[in-house]
Nanobody, 122 residues
Framework: QVQLVESGGGLVQAGGSLRLSCVAS????????MAWVRQAPGKDREFVAA????????YYADSVKGRFAISRDNAKNTVYLQMNSLKPEDTARYYC???????????????WGQGTQVTVSS
């Protein structure tokens, strides 16, 4: 089992920035590929970004490419999502997910946190 706890969400104006964190526990963090997905009210979960176990490869949805950056610190069992130039359409609950390698560019992850809310005002 892997337990994931997200933090860092909040209310921000359009054009602003937030940094989300996700701390993992329970298993060897470096064994897992990690991802961020989001879900807006009334919509399906949407892939945002993913990173391989070493942190050497990153992947992004077209909608966030160039604005968001995913990274990880295996010594701290933490994955981050730096979000810049936020738009109102980025408003959603953001979840981090974990799965044994390889990385999946979607929502097919085995473990999920409880999520953190991001609201971007116009």
């Amino acid at each position: 089992q892997v337990q994931l706890v997200e933090s860092g969400g909040g209310l921000v104006q359009a054009g602003g920035s937030l940094r989300l964190s996700c701390v993992a526990s329970g298993r060897t963090f470096s064994d897992y590929a990690m991802a961020w997905v989001r879900q807006a009210p009334g919509k399906d979960r949407e892939f945002v970004a993913a990173i391989n176990w070493r942190g050497t490869s990153t992947y992004y949805a077209d909608s966030v490419k160039g604005r968001f950056a995913i990274s990880r610190d295996n010594a701290k069992n933490t994955v981050y999502l730096q979000m810049n130039s936020l738009k109102p359409e980025d408003t959603a609950r953001y979840y981090c997910g974990a799965r044994r390698t390889p990385v999946v560019l979607g929502t097919d992850y085995n473990y999920w946190g409880q999520g953190t809310q991001v609201t971007v005002s116009s």
